[in-house]
C-alpha cells in the first residue's frame, strides 16, 4: 500500500490538528444506502483526505468483491485517497476471521470486529441468553485473540457490542488491556463515533500505551460520513 497514512501512532498525533479520515464507511455494496461514487463525492465536500471504504464481507462475498474494489480503485487519487478494505467478522476464540486471500488480498486494510458470539459450533449465541456482564467477557476474549492474527491491520469498534447492543460500559482495565495488547501487535484501534461514547478517551489511552490508531464513522449512510471528525471537532469543511 502506498499513499497518505490511514493509521497514526497515536502518541505522535497532533490533538489540535488530527487527520482528516473516515476509515469505517459502507456502502450499498452490502447495507449502506450510498453508492461508492457518492460517498466519495461527500467525502470530499467535507474535505476528508484519506478514507476507507471497509465493506462488510464474508468467505463467501467473492462473487463480488472484486467487482467493489475495482470500483474504489477507480476513483481519482486527489482531493481524497480511497482505500480498499472490509470490515469481518471475528469468528472464534481462536482469533480467527471470517475472510480468505480471494478477498483479503484485494484490500489495503483488513478491519476485524466483534458482531457476535461464536457458540464454538459454527454458530452464534443468541444476543438474549448472554448478560451484559458475559458480553463484556465474550467481547474481550474474541478480541484479544483476534489481535495475535496477523491478517487484521485493525480492530474495528472496540467493545462496541457491549456499549450498544448491551448498554453497558467495560471496565477501563479491560480496554487498557485491549489496547496495550493492540500496541504489542501493531494492529490499530479504532475510534468510532457510533460505538464509543467516549473518543477523547480511547485516544488518551492509546497514546499512553503508544498504540496506532485510525478514526472511523461506522457511516451506512450519506449524513454519517465524516462523523467522527464533527465528534472529534476536527472537520474542516471545503
Ligand atoms: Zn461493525
Ligand atoms: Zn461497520
Redesign the pocket.
Known sequence: MTGPPLVFEARALDLSRLPRIDS?L?TSWTDGKATVAETYQRAVELGLEVILY?E?SRKTSTDWFSRFAEEVRSLPAAPCRAYVGT?VKIESLDGEIDTIPAISDLCDFIMA?VHRFPDGRGGAIPFGEVNPDEAVDREFALSWAALENPKIDIL?HMFGMSYRRYKVTPPDEKIRALIARAAEYGVAVEVNSHYHPNPFQYIEWCREYDARITFGS?AHSLEKIGEIMRQLGAERAR
Do not use: D, L
Request: charged share 10%; glycine share 12%.
Open positions: 469505517h459502507h471497509s462488510h470490515e470486529s474495528g461506522n
